[in-house]
């Protein structure tokens, strides 16, 4: 089944304590991105990615690192959380990166920072 | 920039009613629409698009037009059933590529029978 994975699902951490969201894609898509989702400001993109080893800031990428060493994969680094990154996180993919795809998301990871 | 605003809500509906949730985008040059639907406990997934003014994406029973001339893509159903109770999101992709989505900030949607 062509799906986009991520781990955890939930997550409570605390302040400073370094944590990896992984995402995972089986469609062979160049395009991967991250977003947050919080509520009464929709989606931003956090980092995204064209292929492998390329990596691009989003709208919102400070407090956030990412990698891209295999098409697949695209883990979210966030090296010392802070409250104000608790949110809703989701990965996607799409084909190429092309205004015309369509991006395909994961099922989401809630994170609680204390 | 580019930006989308869909109507707030949350929006309740009684069973086969009528729905539509209003979308107008602001973008240069000719963007992508699409609606997104998250049901509850779930990611986004593709509810239908369009790529070029005057196309028509559906999906469900869902119908929107691209609309170049009002900058709309608003969202229709002739008969909402309890399952297609979700928070739907408008987006736009702008002409040139590398470039994020652009969500509107999402409707929430409640249908009770």
């Known amino acids: 089944e062509a799906q986009v994975t991520q781990n955890p699902r939930y997550l409570i951490t605390v302040t400073g304590k370094k944590l990896t969201v992984t995402c995972s894609q089986n469609?062979?898509?160049?395009?991967m991105s991250w977003y947050r989702q919080d509520p009464g400001l929709g989606l931003r993109q956090i980092y995204y990615s064209m292929n492998v080893e390329v990596t691009d800031k989003g709208d919102v990428p400070e407090g956030y690192k990412v990698s891209r060493k295999e098409k697949r994969n695209f883990p979210l680094i966030l090296e010392s959380p802070s409250p104000n990154q608790t949110s809703l996180y989701f990965c996607?993919?799409?084909?190429?990166?092309?205004?015309?795809?369509?991006?395909?998301f994961g099922p989401g990871t809630r994170l609680t920072v204390l | 920039g580019d930006s989308v605003t869909q109507m707030e809500g949350p929006v309740t509906l009684s069973e086969e009613a009528f729905l539509t949730i209003n979308c107008t985008y602001t973008?240069?040059?000719?963007?992508?629409l699409f609606w997104y639907v998250q049901y509850p406990g779930e990611g986004l997934q593709l509810l239908l698009k369009a790529t070029k003014a005057d196309d028509k994406g559906s999906n469900k029973g869902f119908e929107a037009t691209y609309r170049k001339e009002t900058t709309s893509f608003h969202l229709e159903k002739g008969s909402v059933q309890v399952s297609d109770s979700a928070v739907y999101f408008c987006?736009?992709?702008?002409?040139?590529?590398?470039?994020?989505?652009?969500f509107g900030k999402g409707t929430r949607l409640s249908v009770i029978a």
């Open positions: 987006a736009l992709s702008p002409t040139t590529g590398n470039t994020p989505l652009v």
């Open positions: 973008a240069t040059g000719y963007p992508s």
């Open positions: 469609m062979n898509h160049e395009y």
């Open positions: 996607a993919s799409s084909l190429v990166g092309h205004s015309r795809d369509t991006q395909y």
